[in-house]
């Protein structure tokens, strides 16, 4: 199952494949057109392990010199691709070394940085989900990720990217955290979306804080639980400033009200305007920074739209993986159907449906 994709600014296209159960021989891929297929002028793409195979063969769920299980990647503003590592394979319980953000520079193909959580921010329970940078913060820049676990706190991790320094910012903050089944129950495909094993009750999903994105001038960081349809705001100076307390930070949040429906990625343009996925609907809709929403593309296709990228190419690139349809929210039975689908649609055609 893919989750994230990425576009460089050369074109180039990454895609991911968490460890969920699934056998992945290579957790990130490069896209790459392969031979001929089907006939004269067409081809087929190809999913190319990157950087190499080597670094998509762990060791241990520790290994801090190998991709352990690949939630999200992302290519930064200086053209530099990011890979956060949830070092969580099968949501098991992370160990030092396993959590990890690496950098890879697309000139040589070769990891350049690698940043290791401590145990007190990368908790036991943490999920690391998705990642944005703002290069224009510090020396280096800073990233900003979603800890997203279902079975521990919830929050913001802020990376000071040219010291490897990390810290947690709304630990176990409400506005990071699943809403109960009385005030949330989520539609997908015309059915309640809950978790329903084989033996035992059904339970409402528990997913924290997913999905992220930064406003146009940096100051606001937004992020949305994937079990609500609300999002929030809050200010990245606070965020990036130690000396803030918590509770000072926690006083700059903002409850930017009902989105329309859950959301699990979210990612902005230089418009300003913030896209965010539909789940509930099959749809993509749009923020505009005045204020009201528009819709970007619906279809049926698009089977729990999951992460997106909007790439220099004018097109908003996003994988749609049938999430709803895993057998945990199934009774034991797998209703997933290959092949799992990459689209693109342009960002400023007007109202779509991909046919």
């Not at 990642?131 to 510090?138: A, N, T």
């Not at 999903?205 to 999905?211: E, M, P």
């Not at 349809?325 to 109202?351: C, E, K, M, V």
Request: charged content about 25%; proline content about 7%; overall charge negative.
């Amino acid at each position: 199952m893919p989750t994230g994709v990425s576009v460089s600014q050369r074109g180039r296209i990454f895609v991911n494949f968490p460890r969920w159960g699934d056998d992945v021989p290579a957790t990130v891929v490069e896209l790459r057109d392969g031979a001929s297929a089907g006939g004269a002028g067409s081809t087929e793409r190809r999913e190319v392990p990157y950087p190499d195979q080597q670094w998509n063969s762990p060791s241990g769920h520790d290994d801090e010199r190998a991709f352990v299980s690949v939630q999200s990647i992302v290519v930064d503003p200086a053209d530099r691709l990011w890979v956060l590592d949830t070092g969580s394979p099968k949501f098991q319980r992370t160990r030092p070394g396993g959590p990890k953000l690496v950098r890879i520079d697309l000139d040589s193909d070769t990891v350049s940085q690698v940043i290791t959580f401590p145990a007190e921010v990368a908790l036991a329970t943490t999920y690391l989900n998705d990642v944005r940078f703002d290069l224009r913060r510090g020396t280096a820049g800073v990233a900003y990720i979603t800890d997203s676990s279902d079975s521990g706190p919830n929050g913001i991790i802020v990376v000071d990217l040219a010291t490897g320094e990390s810290w947690r910012r709304l630990h176990d903050h409400p506005s990071t955290k699943a809403e109960p089944l009385h005030a949330f129950q989520p539609v997908v495909e015309g059915q309640p979306l809950l978790q329903r094993p084989v033996d035992g009750p059904a339970k409402p999903i528990g997913i924290g804080c997913d999905g992220i994105a930064i406003s146009l001038d940096g100051s606001r960081l937004f992020y949305c639980p994937l079990a609500s349809r609300r999002w929030y705001s809050v200010a990245t100076d606070a965020l990036a400033d130690r000396s803030v307390s918590d509770e000072q930070v926690a006083a700059t949040v903002v409850d930017e009200g009902d989105k329309g429906g859950g959301s699990d990625g979210l990612e902005s343009d230089d418009a300003g305007r913030i896209y965010l996925t539909s789940y509930e609907h099959n749809a993509v809709l749009r923020w505009m920074p005045g204020g009201g929403y528009e819709t970007v593309v619906y279809d049926p296709q698009l089977l729990w739209p999951d992460t997106m990228s909007v790439a220099t190419d004018g097109y908003l690139y996003l994988t749609a993986n049938q999430l709803h349809r895993q057998s945990n929210f199934q009774h034991g039975r797998d209703l997933r159907r290959r092949p799992y689908a990459l689209f693109r649609t342009r960002i400023d055609a007007g109202p779509v449906l991909l046919r």
